[in-house]
């Protein structure tokens, strides 16, 4: 039997997305944990997240988990959700700057006076409800999933990778900005594909099958 391992480092929605991988992946093993021998020895690794990056260093700090998550990212399949790909950079702005994992190259942007581009209008900071993702490329996670599907956000920054083909998703809030990459194992999106139905299950669903 497979094992998906939930990384508990004290942040993120982990009940919900426990509950969706259980839901789209009976013959699985889930396991919420902070354990490193449980991430390391699991088949695939989920990296939740949500709120403050600054936060969510210290506790991986705090909890020894930081070298773990670099090693699972490097080893097996790898999915980054919401706070997931941005921890997974280089640098965040957040709070005057804090540094990533430097898993990927890049930086976090904040938002900075997003408009609508018909109206002119200011769009709210964070970015909050659904919106649409357009695929860039065909990777394995996206299969059965319709092209500008809507998925989840909530969101004040987000992830500006230094190598654009890196991007496997781009989302439209005033203007297209990255909201899924990827590269060899890992896979990671701004959205929350626990809280998206059908697609966010579909995505789930294709991580817990995928072998790259």
Same mark, same amino acid.
């Given at each position: 039997?497979?094992? /998906?391992?939930? /990384? ?22 889930? /396991? ?31 909890? $020894? ?29 957040? $709070? ?12 976090? /942007? ?74 060899? $194992? ?27």
């Amino acid at each position: 039997m497979t094992s /998906i391992a939930i /990384i508990d480092y004290g942040m993120g929605n982990l009940r919900s997305v426990a509950k969706a991988l259980e839901h789209v992946a009976p013959q699985a093993r889930v /396991i919420v944990t902070q354990n490193r021998q449980d991430i390391l020895q699991a088949g695939r690794v989920v990296f939740p997240g949500q709120g403050s990056i600054r936060d969510c260093m210290r506790e991986l700090a705090h909890w $020894n988990l930081v070298a773990v998550v670099r090693d699972a990212a490097l080893g097996k399949p790898f999915l980054g959700l919401c706070l997931g790909p941005q921890a997974l950079l280089e640098f965040s702005e957040e $709070n005057d700057g804090v540094a990533g994992l430097g898993v990927l190259p890049g930086r976090v /942007i904040r938002f900075s006076d997003p408009r609508d581009p018909a109206s002119g209008e200011r769009l709210k900071v964070p970015h909050m409800g659904w919106n649409q993702v357009r695929q860039a490329g065909d990777h394995p996670l996206w299969r059965g999933i319709p092209q500008d599907s809507r998925f989840y956000f909530v969101h004040s920054y987000y992830p500006r990778p230094a190598d654009e083909t890196l991007v496997v998703g781009w989302t439209r809030y005033g203007f297209e900005f990255a909201s899924a990459i990827a590269r060899d $194992n890992i896979f990671a999106v701004q959205f929350h594909p626990e809280k998206s139905a059908q697609a966010g299950l579909r995505l789930l669903a294709n991580f817990a099958a995928w072998n790259p």
